[in-house]
């Protein structure tokens, strides 16, 4: 298979493209540098040219905070920039995967969230472009992938275990809010399930973390574990000591039954991630 891989320098484009690779596909890695997702023409030139057989469309706005102040941005990555994709794989008639979001949600009360739930409330700009980036997939394709996951971490770039990392060394303590509840993603393991995806005909709206649920303060607790810090102290704290401009949710569980039903792998628990992931950061250290 030729796929096209958008956000191919980001945390989770960078993985999909090495697996790809991997399985002897053809990737073409692409950014903006390559392609600029929110001008149509050029969209439509540079997929239509390499003419893949799938998109796997993982480039974003995935500034938050920043989104509430820069809508316009914001909305012409996840919304227009989305569309323009899936205008032009319905031209070609081939496959599209959209990345997309748990912040879709309105992230109040404890039932996980199932795929097909209907999007009502999102919480903030970014999951409303996000979501608006779902519904230009739907109206435009009938061989499409929606996928949302939440808490991603990576080597390819900057995430909330290289932080705490580093902010454990520096300090010796931190505080983590305990408040709001879901599962990490860790990019490789993803990476692998996007890739059986994509090889498949199983089309619809998915879930994809890795197993088991935690608050962000036990995320914490668990990457000093993995990395033998368990000097610095985690203290947990309540969302309202952390003010931000993008509200979060509370409730970012998210039920992954539907992988099963169509004959995926669920990905590996998230305290085995996180071990693999520091043991490799660790491992570049030295």
Known sequence: MKVLVTGANGQLGHDVVLELNRR???????????????DE???DAFISANAPDAVIHCAA?????KAEDDVQACRMVNA???????????KLGCKMMYISTDYVFDGEGERPWEPDDAVTKPLNVYGQTKYEGEVAVRENLEKFFIVRIAWVFGVNGNNFVKTMLRLGRQNGAVKVVSDQIGSPTYTPDLAVLLCDMIESDKY????ATNEGLCSWYEFACEIFKAAGMTD???TPVGTEEFPV???????????KDKLEDNG???LPAWQDAVKRYVDILMAQEQ
Do not use: L, W
Request: net charge positive; aromatic share 6%; with cysteine.
């Open 80 to 90: 227009v920039g989305t569309q323009n994709i899936a205008h032009t794989c319905k």
């Open 41 to 43: 023409k050029s969209v």
């Open 232 to 234: 610095v102290v985690v």
């Open 61 to 65: 706005y995935t500034a938050v905070d």
């Open 245 to 255: 401009k993008a509200k979060r949710p509370h409730n970012s569980r998210m039920s």
């Open 24 to 38: 002897g596909h053809t990737a073409i890695a692409t950014d903006r540098e390559e392609m600029d997702i929110t």
């Open 264 to 266: 995926f792998h669920r």
């Open 204 to 207: 619809g709206n998915y879930h």
